[in-house]
């Protein structure tokens, strides 16, 4: 049985940092595509970072999203502790929203109907 598991959400101030970790049990990372997503208050799930199984990292397609979080935010993995991270710096308020990581195999998408395996979220709340 497939499971992801978010922990790091949490209420920072304007400016400050968290750090997101996902951990798999029952698929290993480093043989699928890693999504991070996030989800705001009645707006739709988006692609933040992701990925690849050889370790591309990706922002997705929309060059407005990937500068919303461009040079702020890094995605890692690491193989041993099967382990996906998100490391957010310089946050700001309109970064509010519950955090998911999703993993899938083959390629790496920033389309959420792409992807099977989703935890269940972990919330992160930016206070101005």
């Known amino acids: 049985q497939v499971q992801l598991v978010e922990s790091g959400g949490g209420l920072v101030q304007a400016g400050g940092s968290l750090r997101l970790s996902c951990a798999a049990s029952?698929?290993?990372?480093?043989?699928?595509?890693v999504g991070w997503f996030r989800q705001a208050p009645g707006k739709e799930r988006e692609f933040v970072l992701g990925i690849s199984r050889a370790g591309f990292v990706w922002s997705g397609e929309s060059t407005d999203y990937a500068d919303s979080v461009k040079g702020r935010f890094t995605i890692s993995r690491d193989n041993a502790k099967n382990t996906v991270n998100l490391q957010m710096n310089s946050l700001k308020p309109e970064d509010t929203a519950v955090y998911y990581c999703?993993?899938?195999?083959?390629?790496?998408?920033?389309?959420?109907?792409?992807?099977?395996?989703w935890g269940q979220g972990t919330q992160v709340t930016v206070s101005s």
């Open positions: 999703a993993a899938r195999s083959g390629s790496l998408r920033n389309d959420a109907r792409e992807y099977l395996y």
């Open positions: 029952g698929l290993s990372f480093s043989a699928h595509a």
